[in-house]
């Protein structure tokens, strides 16, 4: 065993696991850890994780010989080829100087491996930056939300046809690689709303996978309403739409990481989600 659970567990001030990203807390354990260096060579995926769902290797493995392990800090660092590359160092440790050791440490790595970006990301600081939010299925239900919500194949044609222009206009929030995975048929309904026989907003894909524990998780989804069309309640009308989906095919809970102070956080708050911590990334 690499990793000492007795000194791992009190610096993980949020659940984030490296290339996994967040965790219930209940399947946050040192095995996990040890999973994640053990398949960093093997450009292959854990059973959980939620990569997994899109195919080809993983794009991003841990330096299991840069890793440093101690009862004050731990620092894992990530490097990925996706774009043009970058090094990530998750800095666990309750002391402020861990910052600055992984920052120097992704700096030569990102040297080493010929890539330009360095980043640290650090599951704790000020309540700023990326906030882990927990819905749970089994404390209550989930009721169907009133208004035009279905899933994009239900609609009729002419409507169907609109959610192509639709992807592309929010190309940067993921529903353009969205739709391409839907005309392949390789993944799971994407749900969405129409106003005036037009969609202006959607939510999926709706899959549900197995954590490392086997409890049921409803996957993170692509989210995204027209800027024409915001502030009529639509994306509050999705995103209760997907949670009866999930709690209705037997999901237990969903993570999800949301920037804090924006839309999407705000919802959230609103919608009395369990926060469970907060991620900080430092461009080096």
Not at 184 to 193: E, I, S, T, Y
């Amino acid at each position: 065993m690499f990793f000492r659970w007795d000194w791992l567990r009190p610096q993980l001030t949020a659940p984030i696991v490296p290339t996994l990203g967040p965790l219930h807390p209940d399947a946050l354990t040192v095995g996990v850890f040890e999973e994640v260096l053990r398949v960093a060579d093997t450009g292959g995926f854990l059973p959980y994780d939620k990569d997994r769902r899109w195919g080809g290797e993983k794009a991003e493995r841990v330096l299991r010989e840069d890793v440093v392990h101690q009862a004050e800090r731990t620092l894992v660092p990530t490097v990925t080829r996706r774009g043009r590359g970058t090094v990530k160092v998750f800095a666990y440790g309750m002391r402020d100087s861990v910052v600055n050791e992984a920052a120097e440490l992704a700096t030569k790595l990102a040297a080493a491996h010929d890539v330009p970006g360095a980043r640290v990301v650090r599951p704790l600081g000020p309540e700023s930056g990326t906030r882990i939010q927990l819905k749970d299925f089994t404390t209550g239900p989930c009721p169907a939300p009133d208004g035009s919500v279905r899933p994009v194949a239900a609609w009729p044609t002419a409507v169907q046809e609109t959610f192509a222009p639709f992807a592309e206009a929010m190309a940067a929030d993921g529903l353009a690689f969205l739709h391409t995975r839907m005309r392949a048929g390789r993944c799971g309904p994407v749900l969405a709303a129409a106003v005036e026989d037009r969609i202006v907003g959607a939510i999926g894909p709706m899959e549900i996978q197995p954590d490392a524990i086997g409890h049921p998780q409803l996957m993170p989804q692509y989210f995204a309403v027209l800027p024409d069309a915001r502030g009529q309640g639509l994306g509050r009308l999705l995103w209760r739409a997907a949670m009866h989906w999930g709690r209705r095919h037997g999901a237990a809970y969903q993570l999800l990481q949301t920037e804090v102070g924006g839309p999407s956080d705000q919802l959230c708050l609103s919608e009395g989600l369990n926060s469970l911590g907060f991620s900080h990334t430092t461009h080096v």
